[in-house]
């Protein structure tokens, strides 16, 4: 609920403290006394686009203050804490603009943006007029007011369900439909380069094998020629055969020579041993040095192909199995996922007709619920003195999404066999008014937490007609709040609080004032409001009667 609003310097308010209450709350006043400008200021506060120079003449800047009382589970609590913005029983909203059109705002005493202040704004005040483009003349709300007539939240929440649904079979189809488009693309080299792999099957740390292997037989083959000829001089044919055979000679002599040939047959037997070892090695070493020339062009055979091939690949050779590896799992992927594409549809499909039952079933629940709006409004129309008119709830198909497929628009024929349109096309004002009316009453149900604000919504109608708009209003007003400027004597006679904006000249200067009315200057204002300037006895007694009820 609003609990003041305080103006300071805008337009030609200098100073306005205006208390309001719980209830029909009404402003009177001549045209052009300045009761527009208090929407205009409300609507500055609450960040709402409209004129540019707000400043007062000659004042540096403008500034208005809204206090509003919240609820524990007001809409606007949610949206103060997702700000970040403190939230107690009183939410005052402040806002400033500087002569230069410099805007700032605050919330609570805390900075905040005019983004937020219209966040607000859509859960705290609803405005409703013959220029009304922010509720129910705006037909892309209209799904959403009907919604709320209806009260099938279940079934809007089984709609985005099975949206939300149908949103994640979709993106998983295209995700495999993507992969498998990839793998395609490469499935003939993977299936080459596969084959290729395993036929030369590597193995880690066999290039290192290889390239040792290689490395021996070719240095085998420098060195095994000279330590042949070492092993035919030392051998039997070489000194070992003459060390040998003249230690034959010595033994044939021994006898004669006696002792001095002792020492010289005991050097060479030790020497004969010696060279026996070094010739029994190098036979060993020889023996070692051997290989097939095949062995050696085999080894440079393999070692070569699994270089080439890690080159082609662009992996390191111990990598290549591993990169087998994963070809394999990608060849693996390719085949899973032709096979996973058929399930992936099926899905698709499954969840295509789980959205179809869902938005149905909240199709025929709107079409039901727009034949019990449409009675409701009908009903409101005839004390409204527009029994002749037609109103209908239009549903077409269009795109479907989160919330169905259905597109709702509020039509009205103002004459019988007139054809139907969009209530801002084809009501004229007095008309308009009345609709807007009757479709708040029908509408509102038990939302209180809003102030609902009528800006000469009795424009154009008079007489019991006026009275049964005042009852109208009375009746939204009651266990909530709502504001009302109206020229209407038989409305402002409802209003359970009364104000009268008027415009004075002081000192040269314009202003506009707003005063509060208790009971015998209402009773003159309403006087004023039925006969004009000069008030009668007449007319005072009529305001008494309207008072009355």
Known sequence: MLRSLDIRDMLIIDRLELQLQPGLNVLTGETGAGKSILLDS?????????????????????????????????????????????????????????????????????????????????????????????????????????????????????????????????????????????????????????????????RPGEEGELDARRRHMQGAERIRDDIARAFQLLGGDGAEGAMAEAARWLDGVADR????????????????????????????????????????????????????????????PDDLGGFADTLRARLAALDAGEAGLGQAAQDLRAADEAYDRAADALTGARRAAARRLDAAVMAELAPLKMERAVFATQIDATDPGPDGRDAVTFTVATNPGAPAGPLNRIASGGELSRFLLALKVCLTGDDSTRTLIFDEIDRGVGGATADAVGRRLAQLASGGQVLVVTHSPQVAARGAHHWRVEKRVLDGATLSTVTALPGPHRVDEIARMLSGDTITDEARAAARALLAG
């Open 42 to 202: 409300l609507g500055f506060v609450l960040g709402w686009r409209g004129r540019a120079e707000l400043v007062r003449q000659g004042a540096d800047q403008g500034e208005v203050t809204a206090v509003f009382d919240l609820t524990q589970d007001h809409p606007a609590r949610a949206i103060l804490d997702e700000a970040g913005l403190p939230a107690g029983d009183d939410l005052i909203l402040r806002r400033v603009n500087d002569a230069q059109g410099r805007k700032t705002s605050w919330i609570n005493d805390r900075r905040a943006s005019g983004e937020v202040l219209r966040a607000l704004s859509e859960v705290l005040v609803e405005l409703h007029g013959q220029h009304d483009d922010r509720g129910l003349l705006n037909p892309r709300g209209h799904r959403a007011l009907l919604d709320a007539f209806a009260g099938h939240d279940d079934l809007r929440a089984a709609s985005r369900q099975a949206w939300a649904g149908r949103a994640r079979a979709a993106r998983a189809l295209a995700d495999l439909e993507s992969q498998v488009a990839a793998a395609r693309a490469e499935e003939d080299f993977l299936r080459h380069a596969v084959a290729e792999l395993d036929r030369l099957d590597p």
């Open 257 to 316: 020579a006696g002792e001095a040939l002792d020492e010289v047959q005991a050097a060479l037997s030790r020497a004969l041993v010696e060279l026996g070892e070094a010739t029994g090695g190098l036979e060993r070493l020889l023996d070692s040095l051997g290989f097939d020339p095949a062995d050696l062009e085999a080894v440079e055979e393999r070692l070569f192909a699994i270089r080439a091939l890690a080159r082609k690949h662009q992996q390191a």
